[in-house]
């Protein structure tokens, strides 16, 4: 395998493996909670991603294992690495679902022409659906994450587009009649903090990123680890805060919705006043609809890997490779097909519980078997699985509640 990966490219690599549809609720998650306490809720979860990133490196090169996240749980018991193995197919197939889901509804909203070829919105939406395969699969046919880091670039630019984009709307518009009340804080936290877990989940691709790294100096792991948490930190965090604050209590959806609608309040005072053929919103779509379709083929990667792994040495050809990535993609294609599946409720369950494990509680969890002694390190990593169970308990308990209502 080519060791093509520096550490700066493998910094880009994490924080874009964490780029999805969930950067564009960041700003919902931050009206749930207000803007003080997403701040401090953002800022938990990236010293906690850091540390797990940190966590996870450290374990891989202590233990002997394979190139996977659940090669780690091997070395403890086969049968943790058949736990961590469905842990991991159900979070990157949701994950990868999802996606595809979103950037479906996202392109018809973005192209209304399509409504007028096609005879309903659903119509319209699964021929976008199928068109998209296309592009799935040509990425999806790259191996290695290095041979992807040319798609990652062109992803951090798009985001340092939109977040330049929100920065010129609040100072532009920020008295204008679609900007609502904000407010320094809010109690609902079992809606914010899924999407923030979920938002910057990428531990799973951690082990792969190392094992591609031209160095394993833990220098450069640390640096890998730190900055990881830190850009996911501020993209996430900065995008909730500006697109909170711009549309307060008035914003119901996701971000991005609402530039892709040309009859949208914002892009309608856009038309009237300095913008009048919306390209700056158009380019902020056109720009994260890159971001979604490079994700996939990233978020993909991890889930092929473990399952290849799952076969004997003796069969892990490169056209196994292939039929489990063609069965993966023909399998998120189908379930984007369904009219009526609903992922939010999946979304909320996955992100309490799933992500919330395999961002947190088994790194720490490796690192402690790994250092095998009592230190502020391994007291830290404990204290942080604690708080990780007591997190999933407290969400899937409103969760519950809610779908009581």
């Keep these: 395998m080519s060791k ?13 493996s964490m780029m999805g549809p969930s950067i564009y609720f960041t700003p919902v998650a931050f009206r749930f909670v207000g803007y003080v306490y997403g701040w401090i809720i953002i800022f938990i979860v990236a010293a906690l991603t850091s540390f797990s990133l940190y966590c996870i490196s ?25 736990v ?4 991991v197919i159900v979070n990157s197939l949701t994950a990868n679902f ?16 399509l409504l007028l070829v096609f005879p309903s919105y659903e119509a319209a939406r699964k021929g976008v659906v199928v068109a998209l395969l296309v592009p799935f699969f040509i990425l999806s046919f790259h191996k290695n994450l290095s041979s992807l880091r040319y798609i990652s670039f062109a992803m951090v630019i798009s ?12 100072l532009l518009f920020y008295s204008e009649h679609f900007t609502h009340e904000t407010s320094p804080s809010e109690s609902r ?6 999407i923030f877990i979920t938002a910057m989940a990428c531990q799973s691709n951690m082990v792969k990123v190392l094992d591609e790294m031209a160095s394993h100096s833990m220098r450069k792991v640390k640096f890998v680890s730190i900055w990881s948490g830190v850009g996911g930190g501020l993209i996430y965090g900065l995008i909730g ?6 549309f307060g209590d008035g914003l119901n959806g996701d971000l991005l919705r609402m530039f892709a609608d040309k009859n949208s309040v914002i892009n309608a005072h856009l038309a009237r006043t300095i913008d009048r053929y919306l390209m700056s919103s158009r380019v902020a779509v056109f720009g994260s609809m890159l971001i979604f379709i490079g994700s996939f083929p990233m978020q993909l990667n991890p889930l092929v890997t473990t399952l290849f792994n799952v076969f004997p040495e003796s ?37 309490a519980t799933i992500t919330n494990f395999l961002s947190f509680l088994f790194p720490f969890l490796f690192f402690i078997l790994a250092k095998k002694k009592l230190s502020c390190s391994t007291f830290l990593a404990a204290l942080s699985m604690a708080a990780c169970v007591s997190s999933s308990i407290y969400m899937l308990f409103n969760i519950a509640n809610k779908g009581n209502a």
């Design 189 to 194: 936290f079992s809606f914010s903090i899924p």
């Design 98 to 113: 999802c996606l595809y889901r979103y950037l479906s509804e996202l392109i018809v909203a973005a192209f209304p022409t």
């Design 58 to 82: 450290y374990s891989a090169m202590k233990m002997p294992v394979g190139p996977t996240y659940s090669s780690l749980g091997a070395h403890i018991s086969p049968k943790l690495k058949h």
């Design 84 to 87: 961590l193995d469905a842990f």
């Design 241 to 246: 805060h500006l697109g909170y604050s711009l």
């Design 159 to 170: 985001i340092v587009y939109f977040i330049f984009l929100l920065i010129s709307y609040n």
């Design 4 to 16: 093509m990966l520096t550490e700066y490219s493998a910094t880009v690599a994490m924080v874009t």
């Design 315 to 351: 069969r892990r050809t490169e056209n196994i490779r292939l039929l489990l990535m063609t069965f993966l993609i023909l399998l998120c294609f189908l379930l984007a097909l369904i009219r009526d599946l609903s992922a939010s409720l999946v979304i909320s369950i996955a992100g």
